[in-house]
């Protein structure tokens, strides 16, 4: 059974960071891309990040590129979101998924649960 568990939300004042955590289980994890979503109250899923299977490439939002950095490791299974310099926009739901390592949805094979990000201004 593949689980992502999602970990390391809460709640933040603007401008300041958090990290999350996605591990994983059940799975090939160095051989599968992972990436971060969020969703926004009243608003779509949205792509944040995503990473290969090695860690060498990474991928953002354009619009949240500044503030965040992805990274894994791979003996614990775990990809980390770094994210500084929050603001109240950047307050949502964030959703780990593996198996892809773009900006569709669909190409994601399996979803975490998710995490809360407050960031209140």
């Known amino acids: 059974q593949v689980r992502l568990v999602e970990s390391g939300g809460g709640l933040v004042q603007a401008g300041g960071s958090l990290t999350l955590s996605c591990t994983a289980s059940g799975l090939d994890f160095s051989q599968t891309p992972i990436g971060w979503w969020r969703r926004a109250p009243g608003k779509d899923r949205e792509f944040v990040a995503a990473i290969s299977i090695s860690g060498t490439g990474t991928h953002y939002a354009d619009s949240v590129k500044a503030q965040l950095t992805i990274s894994r490791d791979n003996p614990s299974s775990t990809v980390s979101l770094q994210m500084s310099n929050l603001q109240p926009e950047d307050t949502a739901v964030y959703y780990c998924?593996?198996?892809?390592?773009?900006?569709?949805?669909?190409?994601?094979?399996?979803w975490g649960q998710g995490t809360r990000v407050t960031v209140s201004s």
């Open positions: 998924a593996s198996g892809a390592y773009g900006t569709r949805a669909a190409s994601y094979t399996y």
